[in-house]
């Protein structure tokens, strides 16, 4: 005994459970909250300050990344979660301590550490 062949009106197994289910179109490449919009300045930020420390000033690069990590956790603490994109993680708290936390540790990192001789 064989299987009976799939019609065209029967989808094939799985289909349907991807974007097209959900309402979305396959082409789509641009943030659909403005959380998301703005996890992409701060992405940019961070960017700006690992560059930074590439070319040799590490403290300023660190505080461009601290800095960057603080607003995040301000945009988090003002955004509700439908909004906040991929800013938000778990509860907003936790993502607003764990991100002002961190980039509160590297700005103290960055003024506390002498400088070396070369």
Same mark, same amino acid.
């Given at each position: 005994?064989s /299987? #009976? /062949? #799939?019609t /065209?009106?029967? #989808?094939?197994?799985?289909?349907?459970?991807?974007?097209?289910?959900?309402?979305e179109?396959?082409?789509?490449r641009y943030?659909?909250?403005i959380?998301g919009?703005?996890y992409?300045v701060?992405l940019?930020?961070t960017?700006v300050? +690992?560059? +930074? %420390?590439?070319?040799?000033?590490?403290?300023?690069?660190?505080?461009?990344?601290?800095?960057s990590?603080?607003?995040?956790?301000?945009?988090?603490? %003002?955004? #509700?979660?439908k909004?906040a994109?991929?800013?938000? %993680?778990?509860?907003?708290?936790?993502?607003?301590?764990?991100?002002a936390g961190?980039?509160?540790?590297?700005i103290?990192?960055a003024?506390?550490?002498?400088n070396?001789?070369?």
């Amino acid at each position: 005994m064989s /299987e #009976p /062949e #799939p019609t /065209e009106a029967s #989808p094939p197994a799985g289909a349907g459970a991807g974007a097209e289910a959900n309402g979305e179109t396959e082409g789509r490449r641009y943030p659909s909250t403005i959380g998301g919009m703005f996890y992409l300045v701060v992405l940019a930020g961070t960017a700006v300050g +690992i560059g +930074i %420390v590439w070319t040799g000033n590490w403290r300023l690069g660190t505080e461009w990344m601290a800095g960057s990590l603080i607003f995040a956790a301000l945009l988090r603490l %003002v955004l #509700p979660r439908k909004d906040a994109g991929m800013l938000a %993680v778990r509860n907003r708290v936790f993502d607003c301590l764990l991100l002002a936390g961190v980039g509160g540790i590297l700005i103290f990192l960055a003024v506390t550490i002498p400088n070396q001789p070369v």
